[in-house]
């Protein structure tokens, strides 16, 4: 799905995803790609892009977490 959205996506286009995160601490650094982690989105889902911002959030009654980032297509 990636690579589609990459064909699509103009050069310098922005992409934004939103992941859910299960909190969890980093392991087995650096390769702890078997879940949405800071890290994995950084190095997987944005390869190609710069990230433009990141951030940890929460969901409105603070129970679920998510990271948000935002990248610009190199």
Not at 21 to 44: C, F, K
Not at 47 to 66: I, Q, T
């Amino acid at each position: 799905m990636l690579k589609q959205v990459d064909y699509v996506l103009v050069d310098l286009g922005l992409l934004y995803v939103s992941v859910p995160t299960i909190g969890y601490p980093i392991h087995n650094a650096p390769g702890d790609y078997w879940r949405p982690t800071e890290q994995a989105v950084r190095e997987v889902i944005m390869d190609g892009y710069e990230v433009l911002s990141l951030e940890h959030a929460r969901s409105p009654r603070g129970k679920h977490p998510f990271i948000n980032c935002l990248g610009r297509k190199k």
